[in-house]
């Protein structure tokens, strides 16, 4: 798996299924006006289906490419001074530049990326032995993972442009709470 910036994939985007469907969210659209107790049916799943991908290859997209998944991942544990932190989360900025932001404190600390894999299953995978797989090399503080937020692009810039949701990642960097 490839982790990348949001704009460098962009060009791969296009119109993507997000477009046109903000209407359909609410009541008022076409799709959104059902009789109570009717279910809504799930766009990932196909009708009748087992909830397995049936898109080209298998990839997560129709046209057989990964999708962008925007990660929040949180850590916790005991206190370490914010030297030590900051100087840990540095490096792993260094090592795996597709890092977009990063907040700490004594405690806790929060990382923000862009993970480039086929599915959300995927995405998580990897944000998950984040922390542990670079605790060492990077000089991370002994904490666990306590949180873990993985969303697909679109939803990420629907919360931004309904005004809820994580700001957007800036200024990149590695930032105190």
Same mark, same amino acid.
């Given at each position: 798996?490839?982790?990348?910036?949001?704009?460098?994939?962009?060009?791969?985007?296009? @119109?993507?299924? !997000?477009? /046109?469907?903000?209407?359909?969210?609410?009541?008022?659209?076409?799709?959104?006006?059902?009789?109570?107790?009717?279910?809504?049916?799930?766009?990932?799943?196909?009708?009748?289906?087992?909830?397995?991908?049936?898109?080209?290859?298998?990839?997560?997209?129709?046209? !057989?490419?990964?999708?962008? %998944?925007?990660? @929040?991942?949180?850590?916790?544990?005991?206190?370490?001074?914010?030297?030590?932190?900051?100087?840990?989360?540095?490096?792993?900025?260094?090592?795996?530049?597709?890092?977009?932001?990063?907040?700490?404190?004594?405690?806790?600390?929060?990382?923000?990326?862009?993970?480039?894999?086929?599915?959300?299953?995927?995405?998580?995978?990897?944000?998950?032995?984040?922390?542990?797989?670079?605790?060492?090399?990077?000089?991370?503080?002994? %904490?666990?993972?306590?949180?873990?937020?993985?969303?697909?692009?679109? @939803?990420?810039?629907?919360?931004?442009?309904? /005004?809820?949701?994580?700001?957007?990642? @800036?200024?990149? !960097?590695?930032?105190?709470?």
């Amino acid at each position: 798996m490839r982790r990348v910036r949001p704009g460098a994939a962009a060009s791969r985007s296009g @119109t993507g299924r !997000g477009s /046109g469907q903000g209407a359909d969210r609410g009541t008022g659209g076409a799709r959104g006006a059902r009789a109570d107790g009717e279910e809504r049916p799930l766009s990932s799943v196909p009708a009748g289906g087992t909830g397995a991908d049936t898109t080209a290859g298998g990839r997560g997209t129709p046209d !057989g490419l990964p999708r962008l %998944w925007h990660v @929040t991942l949180c850590v916790s544990g005991g206190e370490v001074p914010l030297t030590e932190v900051r100087r840990g989360l540095e490096q792993l900025a260094h090592d795996h530049p597709f890092l977009l932001t990063s907040r700490y404190a004594v405690d806790h600390a929060e990382i923000r990326y862009w993970e480039e894999a086929r599915d959300l299953h995927d995405a998580a995978a990897v944000a998950l032995r984040l922390w542990g797989e670079h605790r060492r090399s990077a000089g991370l503080p002994p %904490w666990e993972i306590v949180g873990l937020e993985v969303i697909d692009r679109e @939803t990420y810039h629907q919360r931004i442009a309904e /005004g809820y949701g994580p700001p957007p990642a @800036t200024p990149v !960097g590695i930032h105190p709470f």
